[in-house]
């Protein structure tokens, strides 16, 4: 069950990401709202996700997959640039996430 409260924090995790941005510096009010609604909710099923999983792995993966996915949606959404250095950033990272996971042994 941690797993999947993590994977719920990650999510939010992204929407509080591209909602700030999408807030223009909180001048939007409906993306500021969202913003910080998104970040409590991702914090919360993070802070359920620690209950098991040790506080460096859980936060590791959660801030990886986190940035991975708003980096990915930044391109679709924001039409950001994805280049090879962050294409190769990209894989460093969810590698990883997976070698974490392989030694937490969680």
Do not use: P
């Amino acid at each position: 069950m941690h797993w999947l409260f993590l994977g719920i924090a990650s999510v939010f995790e992204v929407v509080f990401a591209l909602s700030a941005n999408a807030s223009k510096g909180f001048t939007h009010r409906w993306y500021t709202v969202q913003t910080f609604a998104a970040a409590a909710v991702a914090i919360y099923f993070l802070s359920l996700a620690l209950e098991v999983l040790d506080v460096g792995v859980g936060y590791a993966i959660w801030t990886a997959t986190g940035a991975v996915g708003t980096v990915i949606l930044g391109t679709v959404l924001f039409k950001e640039t994805l280049n090879a250095g962050k294409v190769i950033s990209i894989i460093s990272v969810i590698a990883g996430v997976i070698a974490l996971k392989v030694v937490s042994g969680v």
